[in-house]
């Protein structure tokens, strides 16, 4: 399943967007969506049901506003707070690899997802996610590299 989504793509210093012949450039793939998904920003907490008016939030502002009772349709990035705060041993990876999940699935209501957490060397942790279609068998993978020393992606690959 192929969507148009603004193309995102990642420097090292969060996600950016890019720009060809002065307008947002568009892309038609589900990285997109899983790349916001996992390092939406939304790291300080899930959204939460029960909040004061005069409370401040520190999610995601659509999920209360567009999916307020449907918190499997919510952006909550929780594996961008699982990197800021989880061991990278090997009880850390499987800590990732359910926060990858929790984070991508919603997707599996369109796509097969194949989800693997490695930790290639010190300080460093790899997310591959496949993406079967439903009804094409055309594997996709987005393979992201974290650096936890530095706090950011240092590669994003598309294979």
């Known amino acids: 399943m192929e969507t148009t989504d603004i193309l995102i793509y990642e420097t090292g210093s969060g996600g950016e967007m890019d720009i060809q012949n002065n307008d947002l450039a568009f892309a038609e793939t589900l990285y997109q969506q899983a790349y916001i998904a996992l390092f939406g920003g939304n790291v300080e907490s899930n959204t939460k ?21 449907d918190t499997v349709k919510q952006f909550n990035s929780n594996t961008e707070r699982v990197l800021n705060t989880t061991a990278l041993n090997s009880s850390g990876r499987l800590t990732i690899l359910r926060a990858v999940e929790q984070d991508l699935d ?3 209501a369109i796509v097969n997802l194949s989800i693997e957490v490695e930790l290639p060397e010190t300080d460093k942790v790899r997310i591959i996610v496949t993406f079967t279609g439903k009804t094409n068998q055309q594997d996709k993978v987005l393979q992201l590299v974290y650096d936890n020393a530095k706090n950011e992606i240092i590669i994003e690959k598309i294979i």
Do not use: G, H, K, P
């Open 49 to 69: 049901t029960n909040v004061l008016f005069s409370e401040e939030r520190f999610d995601y502002w659509a999920n209360s506003l567009l999916w307020q009772d």
């Open 106 to 108: 919603y997707m599996r």
